[in-house]
């Protein structure tokens, strides 16, 4: 891999306690952190003994999650959990006007009977781990707490399923808490967690219980109407399996309280609907499980990476801020760079895309290559991923890129649907290609070079080896999501951090992308982050890697115990 070259930028450590801090447009965010970093230089005063042995055990206990490999917690995951905990079991907030009231703010906030808090964190700085934490948190503070606020009863939801596929790979046979150190070792034996995938009969009886599901599948649907004039006056015939047949929302509200945790956010939190004013089904469905469980939703997580609404406004319950600049600063994703075009032609007039755009497409094309070139002694194979306007587009340029000798026929095209319910997702029809490239793509024997398509790699889609982006659509909505999460699926690092490699993702110039640099720049908010002329941009440093003729001679050295 390519290791630092001197003109690296210093960065910082992502896993120590910061001396300063970023400033935040959030407006709870700088006294929710002044509070919480006070905590915790006083040691975590007011915590129950539970939590203070689980804080004990995640953040001031040596790990390895396998021998001589060690494991830390990044500083922006141990705040996010800190404050979680704070604001629910030591200050006790259980609604947003409470804390709207605590923090002496005025904020126009949802009226809600349960506590809602959103975390913001940056693409690829572990959302999930976070989730892991706050699940073994409100299930060990259930068990062991009399009078517990807190549930063993927890529901995961994703957005759609592509989402939801990579939070199963985490959580599925609780996977994440034996992988990670999420467990203290006397512990271990009584975290029994059930996790129940989507349509899964959840069972009453277990100890704990996690649901993961997209949440669409929660959704209360009204029963059909029977043709059959006899279940008019006796009623419908029962099912067979009456299990099976009961809604997953009443299924799981039959439990009792419940921890709500949202990924991809940003969807729950588009309150309420443009043209009808009135909620989103996802809200209606959590409201509805708070009212259908036996003391309701102990709390609603929400994490996202970019928690604004349609009119880029940041969401007034947002308590935790790890923006995408700190987590380049801290080397925890890659640094992006716009590579700028000079001179060449005009974009040419024509109904193919592959046409009118293709000094741009070419430009990616080159950029690739040098990344491969740069990247081929290290076993790892960079990926193009070029975002096109339209299903139309997407075909016209996949064509064009099979004809390139290097490309030919490793080009992934996946369509998306453009309108209707299910508008923004996969295809039916290409479901499970999608699912099965979204866990393939990045291993060495994957057959695919570039991937294009409209809005796929949105959200959801935990790539490592995209290396050059080229954005074609306009990508102008007011809220400017869209141009932040499409450089995140470029920004997970191939090599972890703190491992000396300062790696880039490559932006071919784009109007949005220009706009974004702008005003991240005005505001010093981007560290390391930059416009340069496409020819000087790419992989930077030096290649260190054994001559395969000198691998014979390779050594081994044993490890010797201390004395």
């Known amino acids: 891999m390519t290791a630092t070259s001197a003109e690296t930028l210093t960065r910082a450590d992502p896993y120590a306690i910061p001396a300063t801090r970023r400033g935040s447009v959030a407006p709870l965010v700088p006294a929710v952190r002044a509070e919480v970093t006070a905590w915790r230089s006083g040691g975590y005063p007011g915590a129950s003994n539970t939590t203070q042995r689980l804080l004990e055990h995640w953040f001031l206990e040596e790990h390895e999650i396998e021998p001589g490999v060690p494991f830390r917690w990044y500083f922006c995951q141990r705040e996010a959990i800190e404050t979680l905990i704070y604001l629910h079991e030591v200050v006790g907030i259980r609604t947003a006007h409470e804390m709207v009231l605590h923090f002496r703010q005025e904020l126009p906030v949802e009226p809600r009977d349960f506590a809602r808090y959103v975390v913001k964190m940056a693409t690829g700085s572990g959302k999930t781990k976070v989730m892991s934490l706050a699940i073994a948190w409100s299930y060990f503070h259930a068990l062991r707490e009399p009078d517990s606020p807190m549930s063993t009863t927890s529901l995961v939801t994703a957005p759609n399923l592509i989402v939801f ?21 006397e512990w271990r034996r009584d975290f029994d967690l059930a996790v129940c995938l989507r349509h899964d009969p959840i069972p009453l009886a277990a100890p704990g219980v996690l649901l993961l599901t997209n949440v669409q599948a929660l959704y209360e649907r009204p029963e059909p109407r029977s043709a059959n004039p006899v279940d008019a006056i006796v009623g419908r015939r029962p099912p067979r399996d009456p299990v099976a047949a009961d809604p997953p929302l009443r299924r799981l509200a039959a439990r009792g309280r419940v921890l709500v945790v949202d990924d991809e956010a940003h969807h729950v939190h588009d309150e309420i609907q443009s043209e009808t004013r009135e909620p989103l089904k996802v809200v209606q469905t959590i409201r509805r499980l708070h009212e259908l ?86 076993g790892r194979m960079p990926l193009l991923f070029v975002m096109a306007a339209d299903t139309t587009s997407a075909d016209q340029i996949a064509r064009h890129l099979e004809t390139l000798h290097d490309l030919s026929g490793r080009v992934l095209t996946l369509h998306v649907n453009l309108s209707g319910r299910n508008k923004g997702e996969i295809r039916t029809d290409e479901l499970e290609e999608a699912r099965r490239w979204a866990r393939e793509v990045d291993l060495p024997d994957s057959p695919y070079r570039a991937i294009v398509s409209v809005l796929m790699l949105r959200e959801g889609w935990d790539v490592r080896n995209v290396s050059v982006i080229v954005p074609l659509r306009p990508l102008t909505a007011k809220a400017n999501i869209l141009p932040e999460q499409t450089l995140g699926r470029g920004l997970r690092r191939m090599t972890p951090p703190g491992s000396g490699v300062d790696e880039s993702v490559v932006i071919i110039d784009h109007e949005a992308f220009r706009n974004l640099w702008d005003k991240a720049l005005d505001d010093a908010e981007y560290a390391g982050v930059g416009r340069e002329s496409l020819d000087d941009t790419g992989p930077s440093g030096q290649v260190v890697t054994v001559e395969p003729d000198r691998l014979a001679y390779d050594i081994g050295v044993p490890l010797l115990p201390a004395c």
């Open 165 to 185: 596929e990579r939070l199963r790979d985490d959580f599925e046979h609780a996977r994440i808490f034996r992988r990670d150190p999420v467990l203290p070792p």
């Open 293 to 378: 469980a036996e003391r309701g939703v102990v709390a609603q997580l929400d994490f996202s990476a970019t928690p604004r609404d349609q009119q880029g406004r940041t969401f007034p319950e947002t308590v935790v801020d790890y923006p995408l600049s700190q987590a380049i600063e801290d080397g925890i994703v890659k640094r992006p760079v716009i590579g700028e075009l000079s001179g060449g032609p005009p974009e040419e007039v024509s109904d193919d895309a592959s046409v009118r755009y293709r000094q741009r497409i070419g430009a990616g094309v080159a950029k690739w290559r040098d990344f491969r070139k740069a990247l081929e002694p290290t």
